[in-house]
């Protein structure tokens, strides 16, 4: 087994499942999928089966995808236990590229030869544990990701929230503004008005005092032509 691929075997094998006292790994309390994944022999087939979630396969980035079917790959080569288990089995059945019954038989014969221990059962045995830390690494990885998504989702309303009352706070204080620049606008009409009426009074005093200078300079210009003449 390459020592750069994920080990989750030693995220979740126990230490008394399958394993001499050469073997024995301590399972660390924290369960994560690896950052970055390297080839692996071992391939799932190549078309993932129907998701039963939110997102449909057809709408998902390959890059993505291919990324966690690889990590899923690499992972469940990393729980290989020791001697020849169903982990061999598989590899072998997956080699030949055939689900046909001899290849089943032929293989099991082969894995005999190698371990006279293995048999239907011990295969079905060790199927059962592979599936279950997939399912267990599923689960944890399920859960991190939806709470993630909780996460963000719980911060976009708490975001909403907060925009949606400062947009109410500024329509307010728009709603003020208009209100006083209107009644701005009326005060400068109302100076406006005031301001006409007033100084047409003054025009009309302003002519008036015209007219009666004349009218009284006329009078006395009369007298003083008077004087000129007849004194």
């Known amino acids: 087994m390459a020592e750069e691929k994920f080990n989750w075997k030693s995220l979740f094998v126990n230490d008394n499942v399958n394993q001499t006292e050469d073997t024995k790994t301590s399972a660390p309390s924290k369960t994560d999928f690896p950052k970055e ?19 449909e396969a057809s709408s998902l980035d390959n890059s993505i995808l291919n990324n966690v079917i690889e990590m899923y790959e690499s992972g469940f080569e990393s729980l290989n236990l020791p001697g020849y288990d169903f982990y061999e089995f598989f590899k072998a059945i997956k080699a030949v590229g055939s689900n046909d019954a001899s ?31 997939i399912n267990n690494v599923h689960e944890s990885y399920q859960s991190k990701g939806s709470s993630k998504r909780e996460e963000i989702q719980t911060n976009q309303i708490s975001q909403k929230k907060i925009l949606s009352s400062e947009i109410s706070e500024l329509e307010k204080q728009i709603l003020t503004l208009q209100t006083k620049i209107s009644e701005k606008k009326n005060q400068l009409n109302s100076i406006d008005s005031g301001l006409l009426s007033e100084t047409a009074d003054i025009e009309q005093k302003i002519v008036a005092n015209n007219i009666a200078k004349n009218k009284i300079l006329e009078t006395i210009t009369v007298v003083v032509d008077g004087i000129k003449q007849n004194l």
């Open 103 to 133: 290849v089943y038989k032929m293989a099991i014969t082969m894995a005999q030869s190698v371990d006279s221990k293995v048999s239907k059962k011990s295969l079905l045995d060790g199927a059962e544990f592979y599936i279950k830390e």
């Open 37 to 55: 994944v390297t080839s692996s022999s071992t391939k799932f087939p190549d078309t993932p089966p129907p998701l039963n979630t939110k997102v």
